[in-house]
Nanobody, 125 residues
Framework: QVQLVETGGGLVQAGDSLRLSCTAS????????MAWFRQAPGKEREWLGA????????FYDDSVKDRFAIGRDNSENTVVLLMTDLKPEDTAVYYC??????????????????WGQGTQVTVSS
């Protein structure tokens, strides 16, 4: 069973960039579809994008596609979320998640079986 750990969160200013990492242990990402979500206080968990480890395809929500990018680190078991031009409304806990691929890129949190503990990103104005 895969365990996921997110790192890289912190306090930044509006306009800054930040790189989050999601590292797997207990297995390889190879069989999985990876996704990044975020959840702001009082709001539902929001899908940001997905990365298909086999083949490297990426998918993004329209709200972040011009500012966020998902990719793999040189490490075999690390997926990164690169965020640029951060805004105060990007403040949230950011999560990575994994699911066995089904040929469909799922956006519902319930579709994902494995989750990290989350990392806080705070963007000050």
């Amino acid at each position: 069973q895969v365990q996921l750990v997110e790192t890289g969160g912190g306090l930044v200013q509006a306009g800054d960039s930040l790189r989050l990492s999601c590292t797997a242990s207990g297995g390889s990402f190879e069989p999985y579809t990876m996704a990044w979500f975020r959840q702001a206080p009082g709001k539902e968990r929001e899908w940001l994008g997905a990365f298909i480890w086999s083949g490297g395809s990426t998918f993004y929500d329209d709200s972040v596609k011009d500012r966020f990018a998902i990719g793999r680190d040189n490490s075999e078991n690390t997926v990164v979320l690169l965020m640029t031009d951060l805004k105060p409304e990007d403040t949230a806990v950011y999560y990575c998640a994994a699911r066995h691929p089904t040929g469909v890129v799922a956006k519902r949190p319930t579709a994902y079986s494995f989750w990290g503990q989350g990392t806080q990103v705070t963007v000050s104005s």
